[in-house]
Each structure stands twice: as structure tokens, then as C-alpha cells.
């Protein structure tokens, strides 16, 4: 499976981003999607998952109520709306692939990384 991310970006706080990824390989219904991220000297952390079908969603509790994470099956796509930027949303941001059938926010959990996409919130 390949993972390739897309939509990062430089705006100001308050802004609005939606960053994409797109897999390839196995049926993109066989797996749990996440969203990750790491900022400049910290470690990766969880920001977001999606189920198989779409049905089920799980946030971390910084960005809950700020970003929305949904997927396109048909189009082999994950998405993450991130409204209300704030500054210490700054960090490269990673989806990832979990062949497993629950929802996860474990980062060993997850199977395939794609390369990630900076997103930089100025104040």
C-alpha cells in the first residue's frame, strides 16, 4: 500500500486547511485510516481515525470540535478538514494504514505511513 498526502500549507490562525491522501494497493475498504502528526522536537501523535466504512470516528481531544476526518472509498481518499488553526496545530502531518477491524489511535497499530505534509500556522 502507498499513501501519498497532499493540502499542507502556510496560513494564519483561524484559518481553514483540508489535506487529502490518497492510497493505492489493497481494496481501500480493508482498512482503518488515521492521521497523525509530529511537531519540530516531539514525538508523533495521534489526531484522528476513521473505520473501514466511514461509520465511526475517534479525535484527539485538541483537535475535537476543530477538524473532521472523513474518507471516499470510491476514490481511494482520506480527508482532514482542520478548522480553527491555531498556532500549535504546526507540525507535519501523516496518514497511516491499519489492516486491523477497530478503531485505533495506537501509532504502532498502523501498518502504512505516507510521507507526510507540513502544515505551519502562523499567529
Known amino acids: 500500500v502507498q499513501l501519498q498526502a497532499s493540502g499542507g500549507g502556510l496560513v494564519q490562525a483561524g484559518a481553514s486547511l483540508r489535506l487529502s491522501c490518497v492510497a493505492s494497493?489493497?481494496?481501500?475498504?480493508?482498512?482503518?485510516l488515521g492521521w497523525f502528526r509530529q511537531a519540530p522536537g516531539k514525538e508523533r501523535e495521534f489526531v484522528a481515525c476513521?473505520?473501514?466504512?466511514?461509520?465511526?470516528?475517534d479525535y484527539s481531544g485538541s483537535v475535537k470540535g476543530r477538524f473532521t476526518i472523513s474518507r471516499d472509498n470510491a476514490k481511494n481518499t482520506v480527508y482532514l478538514q482542520m478548522n480553527s488553526l491555531k498556532p500549535e496545530d504546526t507540525a507535519v502531518y501523516y496518514c497511516?494504514?491499519?489492516?486491523?477491524?477497530?478503531?485505533?489511535?495506537?501509532?504502532?497499530?498502523?501498518?502504512?505511513w505516507g510521507q507526510g505534509t507540513q502544515v505551519t500556522v502562523s499567529s
Open positions: 497511516a494504514a491499519d489492516y486491523g477491524l477497530a478503531l485505533t489511535t495506537t501509532i504502532q497499530t498502523y501498518d502504512y
Open positions: 494497493g489493497r481494496p481501500f475498504s480493508t482498512y482503518v
Open positions: 476513521i473505520s473501514r466504512l466511514g461509520g465511526s470516528t
